[in-house]
């Protein structure tokens, strides 16, 4: 039983690897607007990749839903299917209104990688998480990164024409395709099929005036302490309850909604929370509006008709960088709390910067640089995020936070999208995209050292009561402190307030 959880996670590295090896996707601009499917750049911006942003804004929420009623591997299946249509298309389809249905069928792709992601928890022991969860998203990294070297030394050295990297990435994509079929089904899952049984045992806290009730499954399934501690209302009825297996259909979905709206509630009530979670809706929207359209602006500087184009190599580094950034952050000892703030100021001034000089500046090497420092300075920032906000939070809440931040990114990003990029609103030029999108990091920049500086105005304000605080109770020393409410004013301030920032 120990080692059962090898076969899932072999075969999920397996799709992973595979689905993620796309020679292609580096010179994807360069292919639609060349002679194999001889698109103009207003079509390929304005009309082509809009449509990308709001089928996957509109299939977010669902997939959601259907991920955990179906169990995961239907929903893999179907993103191996989306993936396998998306190239036939690119390699048969013409025409404006097939690359439209193309990135309709990419965004049915993009919103079931949650299943991907998350099947692996519901088919192996708490135990193994880290272990998998390492394999599972170091394979994706792996072969995007083989992927795009593959693609660039195909195009720069061999000189394979574009139409047979997209060939190449079919095969990968269709070899993907056979592992999710031997899966096994998974028994449980987050909302509709929990636990069988869960003995529910309850004791108060007179600490907090609220009742703490503990979890144990009967079946003695492991369950991280982490997960089984909610605070409850006075009025239980028993001291042991024991909750069955919620019903799955119509009363169950009912309950699941009704769930999440609670669990919403009650995790952005935190302000820690709130404040990462608003960090990281801002910027993933501006970083997927950057990375995707990058390619065009590079198109435009450096058009790969008459020139040779080293946008695999870039992507190949700026993935290594990433990756590596993002390991970093394990070695980092940082108080987050007191600084981070300032810490998202400075490295958002640093994505608008690289943003800008990349809209303005128009050679095509520091572009690739500044989009090096652009990927790895995200990738760093959304690491410290996502542990900022998985810290405190179980495993529910969890995959439901992450769900709820991505599916705000995708609002904000299909609103500018709509404004600055689709034909329907201002549709403007490639370089005029770019001006706004620096633009809005240093406005989100603007956003968080306002955070800082009131903070550190909370921090000053603190300081002479905290003197004040320190006299009295010298005071007190000679004479004994009278209450416990005179032992808690004797403290400085800073140790009985939260902290008044974003943070």
Same mark, same amino acid.
């Given at each position: ?32 607007? @060349? ?66 249905? /193309?990135?309709?069928?990419? @965004? ?45 030394? %195909? ?6 024409? %574009? ?18 079929? &031997? ?98 809706a801002l910027s993933t929207c501006g970083y997927l509006q950057v990375v995707n359209y990058t390619q065009v ?53 640093? /994505? ?9 500046? $128009? ?84 956003? &968080?050292?306002?955070?800082?500086? $009131? ?41 009985? %307030?939260?902290?008044?920032? /974003?943070?």
């Amino acid at each position: 039983m120990s080692e059962a959880w090898r076969y899932p996670t072999f075969l999920l590295c397996v799709y992973g690897f595979f689905s993620s090896l796309r020679p292609l996707e580096p010179f994807l601009t360069a292919y639609l607007m @060349g002679p194999d499917k001889n698109l103009t750049e207003t079509e390929v911006v304005n009309e082509i990749y809009p449509v990308w942003t709001y089928s996957y804004l509109a299939l977010l929420f669902p997939v959601f839903l259907a991920t955990d009623y179906l169990c995961y591997k239907p929903v893999i299946i179907l993103q191996g299917a989306s993936f396998v249509v998306t190239y036939i298309m690119l390699v048969k389809a013409q025409g404006l209104r097939a690359m439209q249905l /193309l990135e309709f069928f990419f @965004g049915v792709a993009t919103a079931t990688e949650v299943a991907y992601y998350s099947y692996i928890y519901s088919v192996v022991e708490p135990a193994q998480y880290q272990k998998v969860t390492a394999y599972c998203r170091g394979v994706t990294l792996l072969g995007s990164t083989v992927g795009s070297l593959a693609g660039q030394v %195909l195009v720069s050295v061999a000189k394979v024409p %574009l139409f047979y990297l997209c060939v190449a990435t079919l095969v990968s994509i269709g070899l993907a395709f056979i592992a999710p079929w &031997f899966l096994p089904i998974a028994s449980r899952s987050l909302f509709f099929h929990k636990s069988d049984s869960i003995v529910l045992a309850v004791t108060e806290d007179p600490s907090k005036g609220a009742i703490c009730v503990s979890m144990e499954n009967l079946s003695k399934e492991k369950v991280e302490d982490n997960e089984c501690k909610i605070l409850l209302e006075h009025n239980i009825p028993a001291p042991v309850t024991k909750v069955p297996k919620p019903v799955v259909g119509s009363a169950g979905a009912l309950d699941v909604l009704k769930t999440l709206w609670r669990d919403f509630l009650h995790c952005y009530s935190c302000h820690t929370l709130l404040a990462w979670s608003l960090w990281w809706a801002l910027s993933t929207c501006g970083y997927l509006q950057v990375v995707n359209y990058t390619q065009v602006l590079w198109e435009n500087i450096l058009p790969s008709q008459e020139f040779m184009i080293y946008n695999g190599y870039v992507e190949t580094v700026s993935t290594v960088l990433g990756a590596s950034m993002a390991f970093s952050v394990s070695f980092v000892t940082i108080s987050w709390t007191a600084w981070g703030e300032l810490c998202l100021c400075c490295f958002t001034v640093v /994505l608008a910067i690289t943003v800008y000089l990349m809209d303005t500046v $128009r050679n095509i090497w520091l572009c690739y640089a500044s989009y090096v420092v652009f990927r790895g300075t995200y990738m760093l920032l959304i690491t410290i995020a996502t542990y900022q906000i998985a810290a405190n939070l179980n495993m529910r809440r969890y995959a439901f936070v992450f769900g709820v931040n991505t599916f705000m990114a995708l609002l904000l990003q299909t609103i500018l999208t709509l404004i600055v990029v689709d034909s329907i609103g201002l549709g403007l030029d490639i370089f005029s995209q770019f001006l706004i999108y620096a633009c809005y990091f240093a406005t989100i920049a603007a956003i &968080f050292l306002a955070a800082a500086l $009131r903070r550190l105005a909370v921090r000053c304000q603190a300081q002479p009561s905290s003197q004040s605080g320190s006299k009295d109770t010298d005071l007190d020393s000679l004479g004994g402190v009278s209450s416990l409410h005179d032992a808690e004013a004797s403290l400085p301030v800073d140790d009985r %307030l939260p902290p008044q920032g /974003l943070l």
